[in-house]
């Protein structure tokens, strides 16, 4: 029995900055800001950004994202910071609903281009449905 997987993407990157009272000289890897304030003028200007696209395991795109049975797919995460290059060296973790990933955790690091793939297939391959597969990085 062929069993189509429709997978509907959604990328969500949320930036959040805790008030714990602490002051972080470092500069963040999204934003390029540092989270202590005071200094002077510089930085970037736009929005830092995630993006997710599914590839078959040869690495060719999935126009149509969709699976059967016991087909393997590969989620390709692409985080950009604010002046739009890649983010390397950085966790990100994709999830979803009845799929099995690998690595199981789901997460992985960024390359130096600021891209990171963790591959997925269905958890039953005799069920039918659509499932939300999501990419959240820092």
């Known amino acids: 029995k062929v069993i189509k997987w429709l997978v509907a993407l959604f990328a969500t990157l949320m930036l959040a900055a805790c008030g714990s009272g602490g002051c972080d000289a470092g ?4 934003t390029g800001s540092s989270a202590c304030g005071g200094g002077t003028g510089g930085g970037t200007t736009g929005n830092a950004s995630i993006t997710i696209q599914l590839e078959d395991t040869s690495g060719n795109v999935l126009a149509t994202p969709a699976l059967t049975g016991t087909q393997n797919a590969v989620a390709v995460v692409k985080l950009l910071d604010a002046a739009g290059a890649g983010v390397p060296n950085t966790l990100v973790s994709v999830s979803g609903t009845s799929l099995v990933f690998t690595p199981t955790t789901g997460q992985t690091i960024t390359d130096s281009t600021g891209t990171a793939k963790v ?13 939300t597969l999501s990419a959240a990085g820092p």
């Open 27 to 30: 500069s963040s890897p999204i």
């Open 119 to 131: 591959q997925f297939r269905a958890a039953d391959p005799f069920a039918s449905g659509a499932t």
